[in-house]
């Protein structure tokens, strides 16, 4: 298990937690991706620029970690262009359905202690550990 990185794991969730709290305190809003691309999509006065501001945030720690670890931005994905297609759409059915996203549920929702929240995030641990079995055990999924 040569991936297994605990201290950069406890330092990144660390930092995520800190600035989901500081989100929630500063600006009384929920760090869910989904819900703040969202935001972007459909405009309000006054409502764009913290939006904007966390998006970038999260694209530039991206580039500051390459910059500084070398490591790559991205893992090769080895599934067909209409396999990506069909995740990224049933992706987002899924936080329309479950309002909210893996980062609005798992991270905020539970640390508030949201009932919606401790029903949505066994829910999708178990759709995406099924998603990983059929996709590498099952001959042709993915394909």
């Known amino acids: 298990m040569q991936d297994f990185t605990p201290l950069s794991g406890a330092i990144g969730g660390a930092l995520i937690g800190l600035a989901a709290a500081l989100l929630l305190a500063l600006n009384g809003r929920i760090a869910g991706i989904s819900g703040i691309v969202g935001g972007l999509l459909s405009p309000r006065t006054g409502d764009v620029l913290w939006r904007v501001l966390f ?4 694209v530039l720690g991206a580039l500051l970690v390459r910059l500084c670890t070398g490591a790559p931005l ?8 209409l396999t990506l297609v069909l995740g990224g759409v049933l992706v987002g059915f899924g936080t329309r359905l479950g309002s909210g996203c893996t980062s609005g549920h798992g991270i905020c929702g539970l640390a508030r202690l949201s009932p919606r929240s401790a029903v949505a995030v066994p829910v999708f ?3 995406a550990m099924l998603t990983v079995f059929l996709l590498r055990h099952v001959p042709g999924a993915g394909q």
Do not use: D, K, R
């Not at 998006?55 to 999260?58: D, S, T």
């Open 55 to 58: 998006v970038a945030g999260l």
């Open 125 to 127: 641990m178990a759709s």
């Open 74 to 81: 991205a893992a090769p994905v080895e599934l067909s262009t």
